[in-house]
């Protein structure tokens, strides 16, 4: 009898150790069926970081979780899923302003949406642009870029169709379209350092004001990328875009865009642009170099 009692007491301490050990186990389940059991230890946006007892700790990407269930997190177990939305959307407006001999004045206002899966990404956007000096308007631009691209191997290669079109009054261009089709490569992907670099194949199409001929040109059109995060969460980046005609080199147009980004909360946050444009070979009467310091408030949603 007192065999039986002590082999009863040792299955119920082993059932009630049982419990409390899997009262404190986190579950990750992915999107193509497999299961993994530890603790989360770490997460954030975009990785969560689970030790486990065979493995040591094991840094999931979000967009392969289907779902987290935890013991310590009920809400989450049963209603949550950490799947990421798709898309990510915002608007930002940026104003500037100089008086002193010269009053000056600078509008601008941004749209962006982005959807992004594991195996293509599209993106839309369009901005507009609008200044004055003396009380006389001396700047209205508008450009606005429609773009899908795929992975084709290993997600750091991937293929992409590009659709721009642009306005410039004072450049004495109506309207300017390029479609385009390239390959780009990520050297990175993280929250942390992001770098690419990809090239393009397109047809310029140019239509001028004031009785100027069309224009149409083959262009090849290098980009490259690169986002690094600084103190807290603010990021720094650094987008370049060469315009080449193949027929002549030397009226290649040049874009280039610094930004600064320092979140105010998790909708809003601040952006200081430095947008330079250069034509090497500009309409008559039009400055080669476009040079613009933008202070926006952004919104997403």
């Known amino acids: 009898m007192k065999l039986k009692k002590i082999i009863a007491a040792i299955l119920a301490v082993s059932v009630l150790l049982s419990l409390q050990i899997n009262s404190y186990a986190d579950e990750i389940r992915l999107k193509n069926a497999d299961r993994i059991t530890g603790e989360i230890v770490k997460e954030d946006s975009e990785t969560v970081i689970i030790k486990t007892e065979a493995m040591g700790s ?11 269930i935890s013991d310590k997190k009920p809400v989450l177990a049963q209603t949550k899923e950490t799947t990421p939305k798709l898309w990510q959307r915002e608007t930002s407006l940026g104003y500037n302003q100089a008086n002193g001999n010269t009053e000056n004045s600078q509008l601008s206002l ?12 599209f993106t839309i956007k369009g901005n507009s642009f609008y200044s004055s000096s003396n009380k006389k308007m001396d700047t209205q631009k508008w450009y606005t870029m429609a773009r899908y691209a795929f992975s084709v191997r290993e997600r750091k290669w991937y293929n992409f169709y590009r659709l721009e079109a642009d306005h410039d ?9 390029v479609p385009a089709v390239g390959l780009g490569y990520w050297y990175s992907d993280t929250a942390r350092w992001k770098a690419m670099l990809e090239s393009a194949l397109g047809l310029e199409h ?3 004001k004031q009785g100027t001929k069309d224009s149409n040109e083959a262009v090849f059109i290098p980009r490259a990328f690169f986002q690094v995060a600084l103190f807290g ?33 998790d909708k809003l946050l601040l952006r200081l642009s430095l947008i330079n444009d250069y034509d090497a070979d500009p309409p008559k009467e039009t ?3 476009d040079l613009r310091f933008i202070s926006s408030l952004v919104y997403s949603f």
């Open 233 to 265: 969460e603010s990021k720094l980046s650094q987008d370049l875009s060469l315009y080449s005609p193949l027929s002549d080199i030397g009226e290649y147009r040049l874009h280039s865009k610094t930004i600064f980004e320092n979140p105010i909360n």
């Open 58 to 68: 094991i840094p999931i990407k979000r967009t392969f979780i289907q779902q987290i």
């Open 110 to 121: 941004n749209l962006y949406a982005n959807r992004k899966t594991e195996d293509d990404e």
């Open 287 to 289: 400055k080669k170099k």
């Open 169 to 177: 009054k004072f450049a004495n261009i109506d309207y300017r379209l």
């Open 206 to 208: 140019t239509n001028f």
